[in-house]
């Protein structure tokens, strides 16, 4: 099946740094999805990218569609202690099902104040 | 503000019990799921459901079940617990295009 990568699988910065993490895949997918999870809580979507190319924003939040369709970059900049927690890349399955989605193993972000 | 629940939040239980999580959402959407998490943090999906009556089993075996007998409403059972279900289990909705909306999750600890 489709896997993505997805790197760092850790981060270890201080406050105020700027972060930026990656997920590839060896498949074309049509919409990257990134979320975050916090500690003891389900993951919440931050940003969803649905065309190559495409540059998004949310706050101190970045995410890119690249261009070959088989990767995204998410990037945050001027870290705080909140921003703390797993950021997992997603995208759907392909073969023309949009019902299932593929995560990423996930980037743990650790902010030392 | 959440607009899907799963009950209850922390469960302790010994080994050989039968347990139902419990995971409902008010947004009437079709799709649902429920992944484990394990401790390495990646999430796998163990059942989904495509709308009432519908049930499919994930990308990795579980020795749990489900149903969906109403559209809000999506359970996981497991008839005899074991020490190696011990996980953190999430359920999500889905509308059409849109992302998945996770409950907070259940930490299950069998002993």
């Known amino acids: 099946g489709q896997q993505l990568n997805q790197s760092p699988q850790s981060m270890f910065i201080q406050e105020g740094e700027d972060v930026s993490m990656n997920c590839t895949s060896s498949s074309i997918f049509n919409t990257w999805l990134w979320y975050k999870q916090d500690p003891g809580e389900g993951p919440v979507l931050l940003i969803a990218?649905?065309?190559?190319?495409e540059l998004t924003s949310n706050g101190r939040l970045t995410a890119q569609f690249g261009i070959t369709r088989k990767d995204s970059f998410l990037n945050i900049s001027a870290s705080i202690p909140s921003d703390v927690g797993i950021y997992f890349c997603?995208?759907?399955?392909?073969?023309?099902?949009?019902?299932?989605?593929?995560f990423g193993k996930g980037t743990l972000l650790t902010v030392n104040p | 503000e959440a607009d899907i629940y799963q009950t209850p939040r922390y469960l302790v239980i010994g080994t050989g019990k039968k347990i139902t999580l419990e995971c409902s959402q008010t947004m009437g959407h079709d799709k649902m799921y429920w992944y484990q998490q394990d401790p390495g943090m990646e999430l796998h999906l163990i059942h989904y459901?495509?709308?009432?009556?519908?049930?499919e089993k994930g990308d990795l075996s579980s020795e749990s079940t489900v149903s969906r007998i109403r559209t809000e409403h999506f359970p996981l059972t497991l008839e005899s617990a074991r020490p190696s279900h011990t996980s953190q289990y999430l359920c999500?909705?889905?509308?059409?295009?849109?992302?998945?909306?996770f409950g907070s999750g259940t930490r299950l600890t069998v002993v």
């Open positions: 999500a909705s889905r509308q059409d295009n849109y992302g998945y909306t």
């Open positions: 990218l649905y065309k190559a190319g």
């Open positions: 997603a995208g759907p399955h392909s073969g023309g099902s949009n019902y299932k989605l593929t």
């Open positions: 459901s495509y709308g009432v009556n519908s049930t």
